[in-house]
């Protein structure tokens, strides 16, 4: 069973306009949230990041919302620029103690159109 | 040489074949992680290392066994693979234990078995 999920495996946006990536959960546990971006034969890098403590956070271009009674969060790209054209993943995990591995979604295909 | 490195990036092999794959971090990380993702999957943890040590082991076959011996190597040793595990695998590496930081990844490996 999935904990995490991105139920787009695509998204086509044009230059300029907002990109917008969910992701849900099912595991309450989960207290830490990462989005990581990943290009063609590269390994994934991080973007952003929420703590289950606030319901935003923002960081240039790019904001994460929090929804936790939902158990669902958004990336919102403002504006998409074609460098932006990548596999987004939706991470999580719970910070009980010790190093613990993430949770992956399956990962949304952001396509920017010129 | 900065980042998370992975060698090799691609490698094909047998099921009796005996193979290694080799992680090294240049960040002065105490916590390394493989992870694997298989086509249409999502990444998927395999083994947790904090300070050296295993703290974690996702229910991977034995015929997967990772070796740590210092907090800057990470190394995954395979032996008589199926072809079901032909798959990318990466490595992550993250600061200290039960901290908020992001992951950083490899490029990851990406493994045959024929």
């Known amino acids: 069973d999935q904990q995490v999920k991105q139920n787009s495996p695509s998204l086509s946006v044009q230059e300029g306009r907002i990109s917008i990536l969910n992701c849900d959960y099912t595991?309450?546990?989960?207290?830490?949230f990462l989005w990581y971006k990943k290009y063609p034969a590269e390994g994934p890098t991080f973007l952003i990041s929420?703590?289950?403590?606030?319901d935003k956070n923002e960081d240039g271009r790019f904001t994460v919302f929090l929804n936790k009674s939902a158990k669902h969060l958004s990336l919102h790209i403002v504006p998409s620029q074609p460098g932006d054209s990548a596999v987004y993943f939706c991470?999580?995990?719970?910070?009980?103690?010790?190093?613990?591995?993430?949770?992956f979604g399956k990962g949304t295909h952001l396509i920017i159109q010129p | 040489e900065t980042g998370v490195t992975q060698t090799p990036r691609h490698l094909v092999m047998g099921m009796t074949n005996k193979k290694s794959l080799k992680c090294e971090q240049h960040?002065?990380?105490?916590?390394m992680y493989w992870y694997k993702q298989s086509a249409k999957k999502p990444l998927e943890l395999m083994f947790v290392?904090?300070?050296?040590?295993?703290?974690e082991n996702n229910s991977v076959p034995s015929r997967f066994s990772p070796e740590c011996p210092n907090s800057s190597h990470l190394f995954l040793h395979l032996h008589t693979l199926q072809p079901e595990d032909s798959a990318l695998y990466l490595c992550?590496?993250?600061?200290?234990?039960?901290?908020?930081?992001?992951?950083?990844f490899g490029p990851g490996t990406r493994l045959t078995v024929t």
């Open positions: 960040l002065g990380h105490n916590a």
């Open positions: 992550a590496s993250s600061q200290g234990a039960s901290d908020l930081y992001e992951q950083y």
């Open positions: 595991n309450s546990m989960f207290d830490y």
């Open positions: 991470a999580a995990r719970s910070t009980g103690g010790g190093a613990d591995g993430l949770t």
């Open positions: 929420i703590s289950s403590i606030k």
């Open positions: 290392y904090n300070f050296k040590e295993q703290t």
